[in-house]
């Protein structure tokens, strides 16, 4: 599926939850939230993300309770109204979510804390033999952008990113399942996030299958200086096209079409 000549996934992001950065309350609902996902799946998407936790900067940790009533749900729905084939990712932290999740019919656990919220989620990735995707993050959110640093951030990501690798692969997880993610935006400044977008080839070069996660972020509100994030498609876009070219494997983005536009527009200049 992640093999350098295959071409790469948009992931489409489903955001139950009321708070998320840019599109909170938009989809926490069923109907709502299913008219979304065929919209994304008819502009394009490979993969459907959906989490019940925000974790943008200085936000608040939900139970695992809320977060299983917000999506088990809307993934029942999804696998009984739209699609029982389109592969679903659940995006917690919590090991008792993704592994209702995975009962459900997710097939992806995508973990912002690789594992170090709780450790039990390397375990229920490896008993469902699922794919994984571990993800850099400095401190929590509710801490992550108090003053983030770094000796060398791009090393120190990939040296960190390392370590969570050695830690699924302790828990069982096979290396072919595990998807690696330099967390854009988390616990780190924009000088930081430019630099990683820059030495996205160094993370590709780790042997491991890359998901790229800058859709609508604030280092490209900062550049582009526009405060509306549904207003940076073009600025997501961009980074789209330039992470195809740097050889990730998947897009996460909120705005399907016009990232599918640069993904194949990318590709196809790469294969020329």
Not at 115 to 125: K, R, S, Y
Request: net charge negative; with cysteine; proline share 4%.
């Amino acid at each position: 599926m992640f093999n350098a000549s295959n071409k790469p996934l948009i992931m489409g992001i489903l955001n139950v939850t009321p708070d998320s950065f840019s599109d909170g309350g938009y989809f926490n609902n069923i109907t709502s939230a299913l008219i979304h996902v065929e919209k994304m799946l008819n502009d394009g998407a490979d993969i459907i993300d959906i989490g019940g936790e925000s974790t943008r900067p200085y936000s608040i940790s939900v139970s695992s309770g809320e977060q299983v009533q917000r999506v088990i749900p809307v993934i029942k729905a999804i696998r009984q109204q739209l699609s029982t084939t389109v592969p679903i990712s659940i995006d917690t932290r919590i090991s008792t979510v993704a592994k209702m999740a995975l009962a459900e019919g997710a097939n992806i656990i995508n973990d912002i804390s690789a594992g170090q919220t709780d450790p039990n989620i390397l375990t229920i990735a490896a008993d469902y033999d699922c794919p994984i995707i571990l993800m850099h993050i400095q401190g929590t959110p509710q801490t992550m952008q108090n003053n983030p640093s770094y000796n060398h951030v791009v090393a120190d990501v990939l040296a960190r990113l390392q370590k969570s690798v050695e830690n699924a692969q302790v828990a069982g997880i096979k290396q072919e399942k595990i998807i690696l993610d330099p967390g854009i935006g988390f616990g780190k400044t924009s000088e930081h996030d430019l630099k990683l977008l820059a030495h996205l080839d160094q993370f590709v070069n780790s042997g491991y299958p890359i998901l790229l996660g800058a859709s609508r972020k604030k280092f490209l509100k900062n550049i582009a200086s526009i405060e509306v994030p549904q207003d940076l498609v073009l600025a997501t876009a961009i980074t789209t096209g330039l992470a195809v070219m740097a050889g990730v494997k998947i897009m996460r983005v909120h705005d399907v079409k016009e990232n599918r536009q640069a993904l194949d527009l990318a590709w196809a200049i790469k294969q020329s």
